[in-house]
């Protein structure tokens, strides 16, 4: 099967997700996006790689922060930004999303971002464009979120360029987390040899290990040694579907506290794909301390979203 | 309307013919088989070198979307999918709108389906009102109007006491009772197995547990009211073998299989092809691989279409969101025979399972080419392929997770009641 | 035609380069061929009176290239490094081969995102000749006329020192 996010040269036409795209175009992104760090720090934070085009943020799914960095990244590339939040109410669903995707087409948009709270949304999406437009996925469902996979291990090179020899934990919800399955598959694919789920078996998707990871129920146990730690957000609906007592149970045996994290290396670094819910999987002294890498994340995201929107566009 | 159909290759199961045999049909019933009868002079002759002739299929679940669905498909349309699809008779669920609870929609419907004087149709009417699980429907009276056996579609009944007095009920007159199993809080939003592509993709997933418990459940129910059950649309292979089981130990109970399922596992989802979303889901190989098994050992008795088309746009959906189901009436015969031929198993015992076997489970006299049985016979060339695409097929159903394959085995005459509905 | 040596032409270049240095005054290569150049001048800038403060750096102008759009983003882009101040500073480009003007425009935008200049002086080992902009070398160790079918590059032996080759496309 023809992988949808690739040209028949192999080069990256849509990003989906990271499952399926080969370790040389990760690397490619990453790379790209060293150079645009270093141009967030200049006086005109702006290159003119998108001057002319026309950058569509597609939200069916409510999301502030994670709109605002595509936007920021596609202006500092000077693209023009149109930013759609479309509301999932079921009146919404009468105009189709592909009816949509024609609408913004007709006005000659060239890139879409697209978030949606069902997974596949995005692959969808990208089947039904005209051949000239490129899909980013911001988030669909549960299945991935690739730009935040990226930016996690880019920073995670900054930090600990080592990848060959890094043993990383993913903590909390990952039944629920299209971010942990893109951190996975980004891990996995660039060779860290060791990565590690570590929560509930109600908060774990059947047959997880199959992704290529150690599950661990024990936090102690499963940070013991780790380089790094990626802290996964809890959402308070898992207390109501009976996936969990309460947020104070969990913060006992889940949340990452100063003690916890005394298992890790003394040098592990701690990230969190935000927002972080204080308290519940993270104590704010950690979040707040000297191993925390958490808002160099944030810097990191533009850069790395700028890069995948210079790749499609030149493709 | 007298018909010689020559040279062609009969296969009939019940009879044990598997042979080249000429058939002959007077008074639209069968009057001779290999030799033609006395005095038997041919109004019309049907040339069937290198065809095969086989009874008209028995589809035991076939959704005709009348009444109610009719921007789905409706009884013209999905009469004629039927008859290029050699299907001659049929079972119709209940899930109509409105439901099938009342006798007058019942023979509201027979009658319109008479009309056309294609496939026999035979509905199932539902086990409880509006299907909602609370009071049992008037049975004796829906079985008068024509319904074979009583079935829930795709809604569990979650009260137990309300399942258990159902069946109690259908028992008392020997009613069959016709369940998929699948319990409602386990399945409750899956979309797809809950295994290692649900994991990858992102989709809630439907353990097999949710279909495993649910047999244990009916099977038990059965066997202390004496119901007899046909379980619908088995996927597990833990529900093979519970099934294995029960049949060894003297349970009454049927089950089929759905076309779909014996080609299919959670892999063919592929990138979300929303054609994939069925119900059951397709599971994992190892469960593919145990329903090809029970098929062959006895355990499942047949195979059905489980024929659920849906209008063009309700599949353009994610896939969680695309409406399930897949249309069926005219790929049931190719995809048995590609199965029989996958697994190198003997065409006539294929044939088996989608004309004599569904026929003894609606309890109707179907499914073998008997000397003065109704002349329903299906004619198809073994060796022709055609690609499964929107234009080749008369269901308005479209869906199918098979859409852009070539198939091998082309209907080329169906006849029902000895005239001739297609070719 | 006899390919120059690389090495003679730069001893020429430093020598050409080195009334230029005064006080706030920047020497940036452009990657990669100008960027070797640049790392080998500087040392031997610094030394020339006014050249103790010499700023260095290095622009990648992958992200201003007028080609984008035909042929994407270079599959090396390496980051851009200016560590010091534009604004006001006397810049000497280095690149090594001086063909279209092109790199050149797109070097001179990167530069001005940075902050506004008070020269740019640039200086090539060799201009080939074909330019397609308003745009020539102030500085230029060779001159010389190719034809569109030929390649010159400058490439560098792993002891640092340098030497041409010339392909010809067909």
């Known amino acids: 099967m023809q992988n949808p996010q690739l040209t028949e040269d192999s080069e990256l036409k849509h990003l989906l997700s990271i499952e399926g795209l080969p370790k040389r175009i990760l690397n490619q992104i990453l790379d790209t996006a060293e150079s645009f760090v270093g141009v967030a720090e200049r006086e005109v934070k702006k290159v003119p790689l998108l001057r002319g085009k026309t950058v569509c943020n597609l939200f069916f799914e409510n999301s502030t922060r994670t709109r605002t960095t595509f936007e920021i990244a596609a202006k500092r590339l000077s693209a023009d930004v149109i930013t759609l939040n479309v509301s999932t109410s079921s009146q919404a669903k009468g105009e189709t999303i592909l009816d949509t995707i024609d609408n913004l087409t007709a006005m000659h948009a060239d890139m879409f971002v697209v978030r949606h709270a069902q997974s596949g949304a995005a692959h969808m999406i990208a089947k039904h464009v005209a051949p000239h437009i490129s899909v980013i996925n911001a988030g669909d469902g549960r299945h991935a979120h690739p730009t935040q996979g990226l930016l996690d291990v880019f920073t995670i090179r900054k930090y600990k360029p080592e990848m060959h020899n890094l043993r990383v934990a993913i903590v909390g919800d990952v039944l629920h987390s299209r971010v942990a399955r893109s951190e996975i598959h980004a891990l996995t694919t660039l060779g860290v040899p060791e990565v590690r789920v570590i929560a509930p078996k109600t908060l774990l998707p059947q047959d997880v290990e199959k992704l290529g990871v150690h599950v661990y129920h024990d936090m102690n146990e499963g940070l013991k040694d780790v380089d790094v730690v990626m802290m996964l957000r809890l959402q308070n609906e898992r207390m109501a579907g009976a996936m969990l007592p309460s947020a104070q149970e969990y913060f006992k045996t889940y949340g990452l506290t100063a003690e916890k994290l005394a298992q890790a290396k003394p040098d592990a670094i701690v990230m969190h794909p935000g927002p972080m819910n204080r308290g519940v999987e993270i104590d704010s002294a950690v979040a707040d301390g000297s191993q925390s890498v958490i808002l160099p994340q944030v810097t990191y995201g533009i850069a790395v979203r700028m890069a995948v929107m210079s790749i499609l566009a030149g493709n | ?423 | 035609m006899n390919l120059p040596n690389a090495e003679t032409l730069f001893e020429t270049l430093a020598e050409r380069i080195k009334p230029l240095i005064k006080a706030n005054t920047a020497v940036v290569g452009i990657h990669s061929g100008g960027a070797w150049l640049a790392e080998r001048l500087l040392p031997i800038l610094c030394k020339v009176q006014g050249g103790e403060n010499l700023a260095q750096g290095i622009l990648d102008v992958s992200f201003y290239r007028d080609d984008f759009h035909e042929r994407g983003l270079h599959s090396e882009t390496k980051p851009s490094q200016i560590p010091f101040d534009v604004q006001d500073k006397n810049i000497i480009l280095i690149d090594d081969v001086f063909y279209t003007g092109r790199t050149i425009r797109a070097a001179m935008n990167e530069l001005f995102d940075y902050g506004r200049p008070a020269s740019i002086t640039l200086a090539v080992l060799v201009n080939r000749g074909g330019r397609e902009l308003p745009i020539a070398p102030q500085i230029s160790a060779f001159d010389t006329e190719l034809a569109e079918s030929q390649n010159l590059q400058l490439l560098r032996h792993e002891n640092g020192t340098f030497y041409f080759t010339l392909e010809e496309n067909t």
Not at chain 2, 23 to 32: L, Q, R, S
Not at chain 2, 342 to 369: E, F, R, Y
Request: glycine share 8%.
């Open chain 2, 1 to 423: 309307m007298k018909i010689h159909i020559k040279n062609g290759h009969l296969i009939d199961p019940k009879n044990g013919i598997d042979a080249k045999q000429d058939i002959y049909i007077a008074a639209g019933k069968i009057a001779g088989i290999g030799k033609a009868p006395e005095g038997f002079v041919a109004n019309q002759t049907i040339d069937a070198t290198n065809l095969v002739i086989i009874p008209g299929l028995v589809d035991l679940s076939a959704r005709l979307r009348e009444p109610g669905f009719e921007h789905k498909a409706t009884l013209e349309s999905e009469m004629l999918a039927a008859a290029a699809g050699g299907i001659t008779s049929l079972a119709c669920p209940p899930d109509t709108d409105p439901v099938l609870d009342e006798p007058g929609l019942v023979e509201m419907l027979k009658h319109r389906a008479k009309q056309f004087n294609q496939a026999h149709v035979y509905p199932l009417g539902a086990l409880t009102n509006q299907l909602a699980g609370k009071e049992i429907t008037e049975m004796c009276e829906l079985s008068e109007a024509g319904c074979v056996g009583f079935s829930q579609a795709d809604v569990a009944i979650k009260d137990t006491q309300v399942l258990w007095r159902a069946m109690q009920y259908a028992a008392t007159f020997g009613f069959t009772v016709w369940l998929r199993p699948e319990e409602p809080y386990l399945a409750k939003d899956g979309v797809a197995h809950d295994g290692e592509v649900a994991a990858r993709l992102g989709l809630k997933g439907i353990p097999a547990a949710a279909e495993t418990l649910a047999i244990a459940s009916i099977l038990r129910i059965a066997k202390e009211t004496g119901a007899k059950v046909h379980l619908c649309r088995l996927s597990t292979s833990e529900g093979v073998e519970m099934v294995r089981a029960a049949k060894k130990a003297g349970q009454q109970v049927t089950c089929d299989v759905s076309a779909n399922h014996l080609h299919l596992t959670d892999f063919d989802i592929g990138y979300f092809d929303a054609n994939t979303h069925l119900k059951p889901p397709a599971r994992s190989q190892r469960d593919k691989t145990a329903l090809t098994n029970g098929l062959a050992d006895g355990t499942i008795d047949a195979i059905c279409s489980d024929h659920t088309p849906v209008d063009d746009d309700a599949k353009l959906y994610p896939f969680a969101e695309a409406e399930a189901g897949a249309t069926g009436l005219e790929l049931l015969l190719p995809l048995t025979l590609k199965w029989a031929e996958d697994n190198k198993l003997k065409l006539s015992d294929a044939i088996k399972h989608i004309t004599q076997a569904p026929a003894n489970i609606l309890g109707v006299a179907a499914g073998n080419l008997s000397v003065n049985a109704s002349a329903d016979i299906c004619v198809f060339d073994p060796k022709q392929y055609w690609k499964i695409e929107a234009k080749a097929l008369l269901s308005q159903g479209k869906n199918t997770p098979f859409l852009g394959l070539e198939l091998a085995g082309k209907v080329k005459y169906t006849l029902v009641n000895g005239h001739v509905v297609h070719g």
